[in-house]
């Protein structure tokens, strides 16, 4: 018999940092991985722009547009891929697995929109001889953090014959970014004595695009019209076009690496574009699956999931109807019994442990930097209002899927009890009946405009994302 110590079972979870296992090679994977990422975060930084990525990528590894399956009347089968494209806004991936759909999906859900300012349909004007452009914030965001910082624009102008134009202007190294100004320390006696949350009011971010006025001394606003003038030369628009336009305001410059070891990753836009990215790269993995694998990439979360391009549109389940259709497979029972026996991941983003800031979070469910991939068994706000909280026995199959797997995981919440919380899309496809659990890569800085993630968290997150695909 062994001795007293050596029987000893260690009856505790430990939560690891994931540096701890790596091997060299590990490393210099999760170094690729966030390299890959950088380059994606720094070109897509609007929902339009993921999509598009997106399909470019899933074209060139098989995936074929559900309308041109349906235009040319094929059908489905095992290992076949298909996508489908909501108004260039949100995105459906289908895997097809060798078992009927009825049997339910494994879906792997997140959203590409992230906080920002949008230009208002009447954005340009002039004042004090200074060409200004009114903006109107999206998402829950700390006003005071957009002023002084260099942003650029993104988006598309819809003219009146219906062809689209892309704008991106201010990051190529020989553009020019604009900005929003903010006061001086010597003149803010007033401004400093507001509450934070009211020192930047909404109505005075303002963006300055300009100061020289044309040379036709008898031309009204010359400096506005200067500007009118530079865009209609470069994008062939006109003022009235802004009224048909989606131009989002964003910060300028790359996605880099961050502390001196480089061991994290600062962007724009990781909320939830890190969750949607290693999704992304999760599902491409994946060549075949008994189940049929979905990732799914909607717009609209940080305003509630609403509109024809949210979670709460009928996107998803009509994309799913025809995929069921074209795989012989369709009956609106069929469909319902699909949607009830799916299993979901709700990949979006949480709060790390931040030691300047400890005062609302609660160490021992917090989520911590390098501790991997993060499960939320419920979200919501104090009594959980507006949460989903998933069930013990899918979260006890997540355990084992991600032990099996060698996955490094934690749990969390977001924040003391009564600090606050937070919600995704899970609760929309619970709705269904189906089992989902929040999960995703805890951040620094979340809706700032730049935030902070680990590199070792967006490499575990990925291979958790690949886990469950194989697996649930």
Same mark, same amino acid.
């Given at each position: 018999m062994g001795t007293e110590k050596e029987n000893k079972k260690d009856f505790t979870k430990k939560y690891e940092t994931a540096w701890?296992?790596?091997s060299k090679e590990d490393v210099e994977k999760v170094f690729a991985l966030s390299d890959r990422y950088k380059n994606f975060m720094s070109t897509c930084k609007t929902e339009r722009e993921c999509v598009d990525e997106f399909i470019k990528l899933a074209e060139k590894a098989g995936y074929v547009d559900i309308n041109k399956i349906i235009k040319e009347g094929k059908s489905l089968k095992a290992g076949d891929k298909v996508y489908a494209n909501n108004k260039g806004k949100t995105l459906a991936m289908f895997l097809i697995g060798s078992e009927p759909m009825e049997k339910g999906l494994k879906i792997l859900g997140a959203h590409v929109d992230s906080p920002r300012l949008d230009l208002k349909q009447n954005p340009l004007y002039e004042d004090s001889e200074l060409?200004?452009?009114?903006?109107?914030y999206y998402g829950g965001v700390k006003k005071y953090q957009w002023v002084t910082i260099p942003l650029s624009i993104h988006g598309v102008v819809v003219?009146?014959?219906?062809?689209? #134009?892309n704008v991106v202007i201010g990051e190529d190294e020989n553009d020019p970014v604009i900005g929003i100004s903010d006061l001086l320390i010597h003149l803010s006696a007033d401004q400093m004595s507001k509450k934070l949350s009211n020192g930047i009011e909404g109505e005075d971010l303002n963006i300055l695009v300009g100061s020289i006025p044309v040379e036709d001394k008898e031309q009204k606003e010359r400096v506005k019209y200067n500007i009118l003038r530079m865009l209609n030369e470069k994008y062939g628009i006109e003022e009235e076009d802004f009224v048909s336009a989606e131009l989002e305001v964003v910060p300028a410059g790359k996605a880099r690496d961050y502390g001196f070891d480089r061991s994290m990753v600062m962007a724009y836009g990781h909320d939830d574009r890190v969750c949607s990215y290693t999704s992304f790269e999760a599902i491409m993995a994946m060549e075949k699956a008994d189940k049929t694998c979905v990732a799914l990439f909607v717009d609209k979360e940080e305003v509630g999931s609403i509109g024809a391009t949210g979670m709460s549109s009928r996107f998803f389940e009509n994309a799913l109807a025809e995929v069921m259709d074209r795989a012989g497979d369709y009956s609106e029972l069929k469909l319902r019994r699909c949607l009830a026996n799916s299993k979901m991941l709700s990949s979006d983003v949480s709060a790390a442990f931040d030691p300047n800031y400890p005062s609302v979070m609660e160490k021992k469910n917090s989520a911590y930097f390098g501790k991997g991939i993060v499960f939320n068994k419920y979200t919501g706000a104090r009594g959980k209002s507006g949460c989903n909280?998933?069930?013990p026995e899918y979260i006890a199959e997540i355990r084992a899927i991600m032990g099996k797997h060698g996955v490094t995981w934690q749990t969390a919440e977001l924040g003391k009890v009564?600090?606050?919380?937070?919600?995704?899309?899970?609760?929309?496809?619970?709705?269904?009946?189906m089992e989902v659990i929040d999960c995703g #890569?805890?951040?620094?800085?979340?809706?700032?405009?730049w935030e902070v993630a680990s590199k070792a968290d967006i490499y575990e997150a990925m291979r958790g994302y690949y886990a469950f695909l194989m697996e649930a």
């Open positions: 701890d296992k790596y060409a200004m452009m009114e903006t109107h003219k009146k014959d219906g062809s689209l #134009v909280d998933a069930n009564d600090q606050g919380g937070g919600g995704t899309i899970a609760y929309i496809l619970a709705e269904y009946g #890569v805890a951040l620094h800085n979340m809706h700032a405009p």
